[in-house]
């Protein structure tokens, strides 16, 4: 998505190949093409560095393949393919000209259609550093809205194409995030991790922008933790002058309307001479802003290059012109040159460097123009993505337990590379942000499904091959809406639950059934309490019956459950009962060990949360409210929008003032059902042992035949006294401090109350008075925020009738299956002291969560003699509970991906020690394969992590150590707070070595 200032867009501005590891070393008579294939520069001028470049969205106004194709020009012209085409020739008719390619998706696409001759030439450039690749992830990926888990895959996914295709040559040295929306500190770690020198940004608030300028802080170091030491997530972060777009007047593409450069003085359309003194003029003025000898100046924008050598033409001439003005006394020196060789020239000017420890969140390009209505647009897709997240990280370790038994088995062919790539592309900062058009939220929901499929034969092939049956298993991906096909038409079936986590989960299975009682028994063959719940329908409708059970599953495995009916009646099904509205009445409360929760008698609404074990109580009021989007007013014409969010009033409105409820206990279950109205219900609900408080909502479809467009938020009111502070997390790590009205690195000018206080809420949220400490768990990214003291907001769901002017020209209406959605808020009280414990392993289940396979029993032996395991773990013992097993994965035939991640961060000991350095020995951890080598890399295993080293930088902080590479252990793993460890191992799979032990008696 385009930058406002250039209005270029319209209105705004094959599966890898296989990876070769061979200690991740170039393959021989190649040489790494970093930095010594810059050109010269001339250190006595200022030197102007021109980065050719396209910005290429996978997916916006069009789909990917439309993108990719050329398909509808009319919609927006741009067909990646011929960009690609383009540019290749230009680079190979003109030795000095270079050019910067970013988005994997479509260059790996691209790459597999070429014929060796081309893909030869192509190798050369890259090795010459005249193509260059920054960032190489498989897109560009949000920062708001993406988990840090998908955008580690998503980099992975990328990079390792270069690597396996480019060698060392193709690996980037720069990040380049020219047009994301806001900055969250966890990128800045995650790339500084994955071993990059730098990074670029387009977008930063106008305010903060202006100070920066005034100040030369355009260049900084940035601090991306608090938890791991210096210099390990420092990471030099530059601020482009003109977000990506070329400077005025100078854009010289096919989709541009400047005049090219005119070099013959008879011409009447003769114009170098006045472009020269206004490009020199132009170099002079931009360098006053920074602090070196060098500027950079990026030509190019969104889908452009497709006739490169309209761009290269001028580009020549403009460099061949101004240079010989050197000869008149001008200090201007201009060349091609990449991102990467322009913080090589920075690097040697051995400054010190500014340390910025805050994020750039939120972004606003102007007054009331706060781009903070995208943290939650479209969640339905959002929650997508993040379902399949769950299932591709299932999937994955699936593959490496099974081994290649997982790919190749009784089902098919099992994959889970399509799943990979489509989760990646769902990364993408108009895809998991909600900010493309519908029919292409349409298909970035189609990639999803379709990658699924392979996922599932792998699956399938994984389960036999594990529990040794052959099941004819079947996936009920409509539990949210309690459909189930096998469930509720069979009358005997079976649960396999399998748990991606490296500790036992206790796991409430609920399923849509037939009418009638029913005996469930664990993977031992004993019976465990179950219920049948009647779930509340529409007036006139049948109730719908849940069965309710507990299931406990191992660590990085599964437990098996036998299902049987044995009656068509059930009299004790569990309906919900109404509760009639009284006055002063007795309070409504449901509780368990943990957790009692009070309702208003009169209203119906949560009224006050009680930790039993921690003895605190807290009066909480929580509901729903909408704001009135904003269409413009007199301030400014701004209107609400799928970036942009603006309310109309300060104050939003109820969607009601009270609720029906309804009643319902059960040994395995408490549950309140509030209904707000026709388009607004809730459930809240606590289990036995829950720690927390579940709110399940329900919101949609939105009404607007007022003509009013609506912001939905779940709100909840304490009379906790916060002083203005709230905490949210960075793409579901660190967390970071957040403070009402205000900005820690510049004075903020607030022109937007609600929105402007608005941040991105990966996974949480948070107010505390200092003693007490209120949480909010989401299922899903969503903007919220503290608007005032006690009080904690989070945008649910948005329907608005009017564009925001950023591009996309069409209104978020939501229509179809994103109207109405489902989700959960997870509730938590706890002493400050006590809180992350809380927080922290709450948020791992959510994310890696059980996934529930069915099948109607019966099966037979995965081979004749095959031990049948009800029970199964990939683990010999679990976790240590700081310990997040983040990635488990195949690399190959015989190697897998491992990443150990420690989730606590410094000062969150919650008195049990969790922040301490935790170590583990990895060679004894696994029980399906044993490791023959180990290798540790960078985060995104495409160096080796004893040989990598980036470029060094002067905080303004003082000092920083050299870091150092201890010898690498694989009995005595050891993980500092908030550190993630990258390895690639050689294994050696076993024969069912795993049952021994494990086989149902």
């Not at 690609?84 to 270079?98: F, K, T």
């Not at 009646?569 to 919900?576: D, E, F, I, V």
């Not at 035949?705 to 793409?731: A, C, H, M, Q």
């Amino acid at each position: 998505m385009a930058a406002a200032a250039m209005r270029i867009r319209m209105v705004r501005g094959a599966h890898p190949l296989p990876f070769l590891f061979l200690l991740l070393v170039a393959a021989p008579g190649t040489r790494a093409s970093g930095y010594e294939t810059c050109p010269e520069v001339k250190p006595d001028m200022l030197n102007v560095h021109l980065v050719s470049h396209t910005h290429d969205d996978v997916g916006w106004l069009k789909t990917v393949d439309q993108y990719y194709y050329g398909v509808y020009n009319g919609v927006q012209h741009a067909g990646v393919e011929y960009i690609l085409d383009s540019v290749i020739s230009g680079l190979q008719a003109e030795p000095s000209r270079r050019f910067v390619y970013v988005e994997m998706a479509f260059f790996s696409r691209w790459w597999h259609r070429q014929t060796n001759a081309t893909q030869q030439a192509v190798r050369e450039l890259v090795h010459q550093g005249r193509l260059e690749f920054a960032n190489g992830g498989w897109v560009m990926n949000d920062e708001a809205a993406a988990h840090y888990g998908a955008i580690v895959d998503q980099m992975t996914l990328g990079l390792r194409f270069l690597q396996d295709t480019f060698g060392d040559d193709g690996r980037p040295r720069v990040a380049w995030h020219i047009d994301p929306f806001g900055h969250s500190r966890e990128q800045a770690s995650l790339f500084a991790q994955m071993g990059f020198d730098g990074f670029f940004l387009g977008r930063i608030d106008y305010q903060d922008k202006a100070e920066r300028l005034k100040h030369q802080e355009m260049e900084l170091l940035w601090r991306g933790s608090a938890s791991l030491k210096p210099p390990t997530t420092d990471l030099f972060t530059g601020v482009l002058p003109n977000n990506y777009n070329p400077p005025k007047d100078l854009c010289w593409d096919v989709l541009c309307a400047d005049k090219p450069i005119v070099e013959d003085p008879q011409s009447p359309e003769y114009n170098a001479k006045e472009l020269v003194h206004y490009f020199l003029s132009l170099a002079n003025a931009q360098h006053r802003y920074y602090r070196t000898s060098h500027t950079v100046m990026t030509m190019g924008s969104d889908f452009q290059y497709e006739n490169a050598n309209m761009w290269f033409k001028n580009l020549d001439k403009l460099i061949r012109l101004v240079n010989a003005e050197q000869a008149k006394g001008s200090r201007v020196h201009v060349l091609y040159s990449t991102p990467a060789c322009y913080l090589w020239e920075l690097n040697k000017a051995n400054l010190t460097w500014l340390v910025k420890e805050d994020d750039f969140f939120p972004y606003a390009d102007g007054p009331h123009q706060f781009w903070t209505g995208y943290f939650s647009s479209r969640p339905a897709l959002k929650r997508y993505e993040r379902v399949s997240y769950n299932f591709l990280q299932v999937c994955k370790q699936l593959e490496a337990l099974a081994g290649p038994a997982a790919n190749v088995g009784p089902y098919g062919l099992g994959d889970s590379a399509p799943l990979d790539e489509a989760v990646a592309v769902l990364q993408h900062h108009d895809a998991i942000t909600g900010t493309s058009r519908q029919h292409v939220a349409e298909d970035y929901a189609r990639q999803l499904a379709a990658g699924t499929g392979p996922c599932q034969v792998l699956l399938s092939n994984a389960l036999a091959r594990l529990s040794g049956s052959k099941e004819a298993f079947s996936m009920c991906p409509d539990l949210n809406i309690s459909v189930c096909a096998l469930s509720q038409n069979s009358t005997r079936f079976q649960v396999t639950i399998y748990n991606p986590l490296g500790r036992k989960v206790d796991r409430m299975v609920r399923l849509p059934v037939s009418e009638g009682s029913f005996l469930v028994k664990d993977p031992k063959g004993d019976t465990v309490p179950s219920d049948v719940l009647q779930l509340p329908q529409a007036v006139g409708d049948t109730p719908r019956p849940e069965l309710l059970f507990s299931a406990s599953v191992p660590a990085l495995g599964f437990s098996t459950y036998s299902v049987a009916r044995v009656s068509s009646r059930n009299p004790q099904a569990r309906t919900p009962q109404p509760i009639p509205k009284k006055t002063a009445s007795v309070a409504l409360v449901i509780q368990n060990e943990h957790i009692r929760a009070t309702f208003n008698p009169e209203t119906g609404l949560l009224m006050q949360i009680e930790n039993i074990e921690q003895k605190l109580v807290l009066p909480v009021s929580q509901s729903f409210f909408w704001y009135n989007a904003s269409t413009g007013d007199k301030s400014s014409s701004q209107a609400s929008g799928a970036y942009i969010f603006r309310t109309s009033e300060l104050k939003p409105l109820p969607v009601s003032r009270w609720a029906q409820t309804r009643l319902l206990k059960s040994a395995l279950v408490q549950e309140v059902h509030q209904k707000f109205s026709a388009w607004c219900s809730q459930v809240v609900r606590l289990y036995p042992g829950q720690r927390h408080l579940e709110l399940e909502w329900t919101v949609g479809p939105i009404p607007t035949g007022d003509n009013w467009g609506k912001e939905v938020i779940s709100r909840f009111d304490t009379p906790l006294d916060t002083k203005g502070y709230f905490y949210t997390d960075s793409n579901g790590r660190e967390i970071l401090t957040r403070r009402r009205n205000y900005r820690p690195t510049w004075n903020l000018n607030q022109t937007e109350p609600v929105a402007g206080n608005y941040y991105p809420v990966s996974s949480r949220i948070y107010i505390t008075d200092g003693e007490k400490q209120l949480t909010v768990l989401t299922d899903r990214s969503q903007g919220g925020s503290s608007l005032q003291d006690g009080s904690l907001e989070l945008m649910v769901h948005r329907k608005l009738l009017h564009d925001d002017s950023r591009g996309v020209g069409e209104a978020l209406l939501e229509e179809g299956s994103g109207s109405r959605v489902r989700g959960r808020h997870l509730v938590l009280l706890d002493a400050v002291d006590e809180a992350a414990a809380g927080h922290r392993l709450q948020a791992e289940k959510e994310i890696l969560a059980p996934q529930l396979v069915l099948a109607p029993g019966g099966g037979v032996p995965y081979h004749p003699g095959a031990a049948q395991l009800t029970e199964f773990s990939g683990l010999r013992k679990e976790l240590p509970p700081s310990v997040h097993l983040l990635t488990l994965a195949r690399w190959g035939p015989d190697r897998l991906l491992i990443r150990l991640e420690h989730q606590f961060a410094l000062g969150e000991d919650s008195g049990r020690n969790l922040s301490a350095p935790v170590t583990l020995n990895l060679q004894e951890m696994f029980t399906t394969f044993t490791i023959a080598h180990l290798q540790e890399t960078t985060l995104a295993a495409n160096q080796p992590r004893d040989s990598a080293s980036r470029l060094k930088w002067i905080p303004d902080t003082g000092p920083v150590p050299n870091p150092t590479v201890a010898a690498l252990d694989p009995a005595a793993i050891t993980l500092q707070p908030m550190e993630i460890r990258t390895f690639v191992a050689l294994v050696r799979w076993k024969e069912d070595a795993w049952a021994h032990g494990q086989a149902s008696s």
